[in-house]
């Protein structure tokens, strides 16, 4: 009879430690569901505390970058405009110094004659009692007269 109480009893405790083995496994997995979404809401929470710090830190860095480019930006075009200034005014010169080979007159050279004119202007009207209609016509005939003498 011992003999069959005990191998009764063997299916027993086979049943009771399958059950706790089971028991024991499921606890596990609901433990590691419960872990494992907890882990995963604190990597979401990291990646977006990731995520907001390289935000911030490419902007910064885009700025920085903007900042530089416009500096350089201005430099280049600080020394393009002072080498143009140079280049224009090195043209001008050698515009004067060819036209003053040719003979041809300055501004300032028919402004000098400008006022000497009138200032001989004046003179004649002071002198012929000023007539001012004399001078009009003393150059209504200058054409003519040339036109005379190239007809010759």
């Known amino acids: 009879m011992v003999g069959k109480k005990g191998s009764k009893a063997l299916p027993n405790v086979v049943k009771g430690g399958a059950q706790q083995i089971l028991n024991a496994g499921l606890g596990a997995i609901t433990k590691a569901q419960e872990e494992g979404t907890r882990v995963i809401e604190n990597l979401v929470k990291e990646s977006q ?3 907001e710090r390289s935000v911030k830190f ?7 970058v903007t900042d530089k480019v416009s500096k350089l930006a201005g430099s280049v075009s600080t020394k393009a405009t002072q080498h143009w200034d ?3 005014q090195v043209f001008e010169e050698r515009v004067a110094r060819s036209l003053s080979r040719l003979g041809v007159p300055t501004n300032r050279d028919i402004q000098m004659l400008t006022e000497r004119i009138e200032a001989l202007q004046n003179a004649v009207q002071q002198l012929t009692g000023q007539k001012t209609a004399a001078a009009p016509k003393a150059a209504a005939k200058k054409p003519a007269a040339r036109g005379k003498k190239a007809e010759d």
Do not use: G, S, T, Y
Request: aromatic share 0%; proline share 0%; glycine share 0%.
């Open 49 to 51: 505390d990731i995520q």
């Open 58 to 64: 490419a902007d910064q860095k885009m700025v920085e």
């Open 86 to 88: 140079k280049l224009e």
